[in-house]
């Protein structure tokens, strides 16, 4: 089963959720956990999961289903929604706001009490089963006038925020996910915190768990522990050469 520590009362909040066919929306930073999360629940509670990357380009018929020319003719192919409504099963869609205004419009059927998905170019109206649930994520951070989700849209989901896991636990993870030995998460969860003070100053994103995994992977399997922070937890935070030194004499003082 997929690795997940929760950090507070998600499990239920999702159970809960899932038991009354209500629609959930999870805020938090990238790499909070917010993906693996959704894909303990699915497996949790048994249902299929279709994981949808939501960007720029992304249309209703992405999401619903189009008809495409084979070698016996034109036929339909459903969408990962419509497969996810169609097998009673769990859609994620992940950074929904990435996704164009137009094309969330189609989740609106879906997330009130008709629970229906319209199929205009098929002709069907899909009524979603007990099993089917629609969950959506963001990064509140990235949020701006142009990347928001309507407030129409945002009020037909219950929801719940998450953040970084505290100090103990996001060392525990460390430790299960990359078999590191305590002292060496603890500095690691200790070197995150120290980096993530640098958010909105120097740096647009925070040092992510899922940057601390790949730094502690990267220790395990041999790497200097200098070495493998650098790779994992300041190049890919930013490209400013004057940063990438501050960052670079934050971990050699605090893995000295």
Known sequence: MVFYRPQGNEIALFEHAFANRLPLMIKGPTGCGKTRFVRYMAERLERPLYTVACHDDLTAADLTGRHLIGEGGTFWSDGPLTRAVREGAI??????????KDTTVVLHPLTDDRRILPLERTGETLHAPNGFMLVVSYNPGY????????PSTRQRFVAITFDFPRPALEVEILQEEAGIDRTTAERLVQLANCLRALKDHDLEEAASTRLL???ATLIASGLDQREACRAALAEPLTDDG??????????????A
């Open 91 to 100: 859609c994620y869609l992940d950074e929904v706001v990435e996704a164009r």
């Open 143 to 150: 949020q701006n006038l142009l990347k928001g989700m309507k």
């Open 213 to 215: 995994v790949y730094a």
């Open 242 to 255: 004057e940063t990438l030194n501050a960052l670079g004499e934050i971990i050699d003082a605090n893995l």
